[in-house]
């Protein structure tokens, strides 16, 4: 894959800028969220408080809290946000039913369904009755209802009171006391329409709420021709207690719930058995035409939603045909501690609903409960607006991004492909000696690199003339003991007195000694890496072996006079031993072979920094400034014909650097300032074990 790719390739993490940045989004939505969680739990506890220690804008009858629940008995009415006809038929009404009661033989019938709802001040039912046959009332038999009815019972004053509604044909249909009447109700208030069904019939009622006295009971009379008429209700004939109550919205509490009416927010009390006891539905926001205008597109919204949706989350729960909702925060609340939940919207499961619930107090005991929800669309559109414009930077920036990268790899293979064809070049047959390499300028990887390898191509041209001239050297080296060799035995051969003999021998030995110094010369820049391997490093005082060896070397040389210059009293290095005196030998037989007898060669050391300067300088030819650079490199030597006794193959100043290296060092050589000799100078690292 070509380098243009791989950067394009490269280019495509940028996509991780949007990422980035929506799941800072998703941080700031999850602040504002719990911002929301804060602020909803707030006003539901001041809504409460309104309603705190006036349990009868709750309870209609405060008689209520006091006495044992029976929600499956008590009748539960909506409130009716349109009018309603009472026409004996099932329009207008909700699909679902509030209750069902059955009769108390458990035979199938009677048995009815009932929906009740109120709406200023008047109380609306809707029956659904099952029976097998319907008997009609007949008024010629006796002026008591002697055909199936329904008996109505409500509650004034401490007192019962029955009503019952029956009818010789489908129609319209009044009530008729059963038994002793209140002086301030009027049977004929309570009226209605009868209907047949295929099931039985259905008997739609209206009647004044406050005639009720807060409780009402139902049950239907099933005649059939039996001696036992059968029934079905929430009440039994034989009770004297009051009715089961019937729960409804009261006035008081509704006015108080509007008033807290605002866009985007449910309200809602419940009582103590999880009923709802009034609601105010979220006002319309005036912003919301305006608002979608500024929505971003509908697929960037989904795309957001989809990627940082929040974990799954129970579905809203809804207040059910009887009035009851099943919610943890309002048991919760029901139970004295503020709660919040969020739900997922029925339909969208991309929205949020957060519901908060408070517990409402009278004299410090829960009566009831407060529950507010509102959905997250608000914050939704905030971040949905924030979302689009992220996107749309975060690719321009990446396209742009990618451009460049793409500019910059194309440049970038230019360069490393004029530098491959130059190389492809130089590596051709002989070009290696003639073919000039190009050094790039550029202060940048594939720049070094272009002069890294024009470096080596000079090393490798040095190398390849000093290969050129190293048969001639060695021819050079060798032939002078070999001849020695063949002289003396030629001459030993000859001559038969024994001091004759003895010199021969001794000439032949030192041909043989001479070829064994090249020998060892040769071999040794190859075992000075595993000897350097295998020393151990100690404490070594430079000045102390400095002026050990002297006298050594003077003694090695007597034609040359020595210097030792040391301007400190110790100088503590971590070194070896036999290195330091190898490399020093190296250095002073260097100085020594390019110095005129009776010079001197001079051995200083003095403190550079965090390291020891060990210098040795001699009189003699300068440095060439192509050469100053590669002194140190293997098999590079300025010797000609000025070797005098020694074995020169221009690996002793090589060897020298190997053993500095190795003690984490550095070697230079310079020419003097006066310009009349060179100095080879040793950086050792202070300090010692």
Known sequence: MSLRRQLLLVSLLLLALPWAGSQFLRETESTLRHAQVIALEATAQAVAASFADQPHRLYPDIARLKETAEPERSLYARTASAPIIVDGYADGWPGQWSGEFANNKGDGTPAFRYQAATRLGRLYLLLAVSDRKVVYDNPGLSPEPNGDRLILRTWLDGKRQDYAIATAAPGEVRARAAGRRHPGVNPAQIQGVWQDTREGYTLELQLPLHITGHRLGLQIVDVDDRSAPLTAGNFTSLEQSAPPWLIYSPQPLQQGLSAFAEPGRDLAVFDLQQRQLGAVAALERAEEISDARQRPFWLLRWLYRRILSQEDIAALPGTQADGHMVAAELDTALKGNIASQWYRENGDLQ?????????????????????????????????????????????????????????????????????????????????????????????????????????????????????????????????????????????????????????????????????????????????????????????????????????????????????????????????????????????????????????????????????????????????PEHLQGQLFEAMVSLREDRARSGVHLGLGLYIVRTIVEHLGGKVLARNLPAGDGVMIALRLPRGGL
């Open 351 to 623: 929205r949020s609903t957060l519901s908060a619930a408070a517990p409402i107090r009278n004299d410090g005991v829960v009566v009831g409960a407060v529950v507010l929800r509102q959905d997250s669309e608000e914050y939704l559109a905030l971040t949905d607006r924030a979302f689009g414009k992220l996107l749309g930077y975060s690719l321009l920036a990446t396209a742009l991004a990618a451009l460049g990268l793409l500019g910059y790899a194309s440049i970038l293979s230019w360069r490393i492909g004029r530098l491959s064809r130059a190389a492809g070049r130089v590596a051709q047959r002989g070009n290696i000696v003639t073919e000039n390499f190009p050094r790039s300028r550029a202060r940048d990887e594939v720049g070094e690199l272009s002069r890294r390898f024009a470096g080596l191509l000079e090393e490798l041209r040095g190398y390849n003339e000093y290969l050129q001239t190293l048969s001639r050297k060695l021819s050079h080296e060798l032939r002078t003991p070999i001849a020695v060799i063949q002289s003396s035995l030629d001459n030993l051969e000859a001559n038969t007195t024994a001091n004759a003999q003895q010199v021969y021998v001794d000439r032949a030995r030192e041909g043989l000694d001479r070829l064994g110094r090249i020998l060892t010369a040769m071999t040794e820049a190859s075992q000075i890496e595993d000897s350097v391997r295998s020393d151990v490093l100690t404490e070594v005082d430079l000045v102390s072996l400095l002026r050990q060896m002297l006298p050594a070397y003077q003694s090695a040389w007597p034609d040359y006079h020595f210097s030792l210059q040391c301007e400190a009293d110790t100088a503590p290095c971590l070194a070896s031993d036999d290195l330091l005196v190898q490399a020093l030998d190296k250095l002073v037989d260097n100085a020594v072979s390019f110095s005129a007898p009776g010079e001197t060669v001079q051995l200083s050391l003095g403190e550079a920094g965090r390291y020891w300067h060990l210098a040795v300088c001699n009189r003699g030819p300068l440095l």
